[in-house]
């Protein structure tokens, strides 16, 4: 039987355990960028972000002031949107809030991880038909240079990509399945399953822990994940604004509601 989604007492493994420091999965965002993924960083002031084409995440510190978000609106540009994890304040007034939503993060904890002998490892000679797999399936961003974040692994039938799964934020000791994705044709095969093994298997090798996020509202993918061996730690938010244009009054006011489908799963 699956796990429930609200363990009472989560096991979270990881380097920080009973340290008392701040866990790097709290602001997994900015841990990567501070950590293993420093040289996809883009930086103002305290603020850190990925490269425009790697992914949409932006890393703010745990509690921004107002030259904070002044970094962020000069990093990003006049209307152009900002993409949060692990962040539940509303951003100052006059920024306009394209979606918030609730997610989850979940951590290995039991997860029969193994090789998969059909996966195959994926580059950049096959971003074109990742894009389009990502495309018709919307598992969350995939960006031309999504693929350099870490190990993506797909599986083919008849020479066509049908499905694939891969690495993302990469706080230190960690590891985020991402890009998890199955097309129509092959749904119900188990092969998402498969290929998050394959690579939770790889993490492990490293001698890493792997986690993910989800949609909280995605329940179906929740359940698959604790049926692998993956366990609630904590819930989260996501949020995306527009970084207001000069002199544009103020507009939602953190009222704005949207959809996680590009976020991930």
């Not at 949107?81 to 509303?90: D, G, I, K, M, Q």
């Not at 969350?140 to 190990?151: I, N």
């Not at 049926?227 to 704005?256: H, I, K, M, N, Y």
Request: proline share 11%.
């Amino acid at each position: 039987m699956p796990r429930t989604t609200e363990p009472t007492t989560p096991r979270v493994p990881g380097p920080d355990a009973g340290t008392g420091a701040p866990h790097p999965l709290d602001n997994p965002a900015r841990a990567s960028l501070t950590g293993p993924h420093a040289h996809f960083a883009e930086r103002r002031g305290r603020i850190l972000r990925y490269r425009p084409d790697v992914t949409p995440w932006l890393a703010l510190p745990d509690a921004p002031d107002a030259q904070d978000w002044a970094d962020v609106a000069a990093l990003a540009g006049p209307g152009r949107p900002v993409t949060l994890t692990a962040f539940r304040e509303p951003p100052p007034a006059d920024w306009e809030i394209v979606f918030q939503a609730e997610g989850v993060q979940l951590v290995d904890d039991g997860v029969d991880a193994a090789p998969d002998p059909e996966a195959v490892l994926l580059g950049p000679a096959d971003v074109p038909e990742m894009l389009d797999l990502v495309e018709r399936t919307r598992p969350g961003p995939f960006l031309p240079r999504t693929v350099e974040l870490g190990t993506y692994l797909g599986i083919r039938r008849a020479g066509a990509l049908v499905a694939m799964a891969g690495e993302r934020l990469h706080p230190p000791g960690w590891t985020e399945i991402s890009g998890v994705c199955t097309d129509s044709s092959v749904r119900g095969q188990g092969l998402a399953s498969r290929l998050v093994r394959a690579v939770a298997h790889g993490i492990r090798e490293r001698g890493e822990t792997p986690f993910l996020h989800a949609a909280g509202s995605n329940t179906s993918a929740i359940r698959l994940y604790e049926s692998l061996g993956f366990t609630l730690r904590r819930r989260t938010a996501f949020l995306s604004a527009l970084v207001p244009e000069p002199g544009a009054d103020a507009r939602t006011g953190g009222q704005g509601t949207g959809s996680l489908e590009h976020v991930g799963r």
